[in-house]
């Protein structure tokens, strides 16, 4: 059976059973996702970069097998991007087939979003008062967290873990993507009580699934007001947020960027870096420093609320605009 849902703005068909939560659509579709045990094609592995683990080994790939770019997932399957709106997964390894919509709803749409004129981020992102704000940082930073944390304040949750946004005319929309979180076992029992039931992320993780309710989920495009780099710290007290501009800014976004490893290839690192130098001119970004207590969630939520809506102002017709530095 095959199925077609909204994900980050764009309609995802495929018949692959998934798990994640999606908004259903009857929209044509804009990226076909098929699974097979057969490759699609015929040809040679030409490797152009490589990605490994910090104990050397490698775990993906990027080449051509012929004239099809593939990006091999070692001990899984290579995906064969066949078309602009066909990616063909050839599992190689049936035994992993748990791990398929892992890589569909992470590396592989991210670079197919990227490719398509969006800038996908590492991070979570909610809703307060029409505004989305925006959480960015690799696993541990607290940015799901703090999202949660916005949503206990009657916010909505727009996305977590990859966050894809559009800028156009200086300004910049961020679209629905999974409703759900992915919190560690503490912060879900600090939110929710007890954690039986839930699902962990993906096989062998840690963190789990914490399904939201249609009301605790944005359903449409918001404008993006404002991004914040959280890191906990033990030695402070206080909330503390600071500016980032310039080269710092940029590099800070391009190391956030999700799908790093697959997309800073020579044909497609100037439309990247392009991409984010246009959000940087959009939306200010910030540091957020906040002490590592789960007790302080709650502060530190209220402050970004009350800062995030003083990055933003009034134009005709009630849109907010994101104002200078």
């Not at 091999?72 to 078309?83: L, S």
């Not at 997964?89 to 892992?102: A, K, Q, S």
């Not at 969006?118 to 979570?124: D, E, N, P, S």
């Not at 703090?146 to 559009?166: F, Q």
Request: with cysteine; glycine share 10%.
């Amino acid at each position: 059976m095959t199925n077609r849902n909204l994900v980050c703005g764009m309609t995802l068909e495929t018949g692959w059973p998934l798990i994640t939560p999606l908004l259903p659509t009857t929209k044509g579709p804009d990226l076909r996702f098929v699974v097979t045990t057969t490759a699609p094609g015929e040809g040679s592995w030409q490797s152009s970069r490589e990605a490994t683990w910090p104990d050397g080994r490698r775990y993906l790939a990027v080449g051509r097998i012929g004239d099809v770019e593939v990006i091999r997932f070692r001990g899984v399957g290579d995906a064969w991007f066949m078309a602009d709106d066909l990616v063909v997964f050839h599992l190689t390894h049936r035994d992993h087939d748990d791990m398929v919509e892992g890589f569909l709803l992470g590396p592989l749409l991210a670079t197919w979003l990227e490719r398509n004129g969006r800038v996908v981020l590492h991070g979570a992102a909610a809703v307060d008062n029409g505004r989305a704000i925006g959480f960015l940082g690799r696993s541990g930073v607290g940015k799901s967290t703090l999202a949660m944390g916005l949503v206990e304040r009657g916010g909505l949750l727009i996305t977590d873990d990859l966050l894809a946004i559009c800028v156009d005319g200086g300004r910049a929309w961020t679209h629905p993507s999974f409703s759900q979180l992915r919190l560690w076992p503490d912060d879900a029992r600090r939110f929710i009580g007890s954690i039986d039931g839930l699902e962990p992320t993906y096989p062998g993780n840690d963190k789990l699934r914490l399904p939201l309710s249609d009301a605790q989920f944005a359903s449409d495009p918001v404008e993006l007001t404002a991004l914040y780099l959280p890191q906990r710290d033990p030695n402070i007290a206080e909330v503390k947020i600071e500016p980032m501009t310039g080269a710092d800014a940029l590099f800070a976004l391009l190391l956030d960027t999700f799908a790093e490893e697959l997309i800073s290839t020579t044909e497609h690192r100037r439309s990247w870096v392009a991409g984010v130098g246009r959000l940087l001119s959009a939306v200010p970004l910030f540091r957020l420093t906040y002490p590592d207590d789960a007790g302080a969630v709650d502060d530190v939520a209220a402050t970004v609320v009350a800062h995030a809506g003083r990055q933003s102002k009034p134009v005709a017709g009630g849109t907010a605009v994101v104002s200078g530095r």
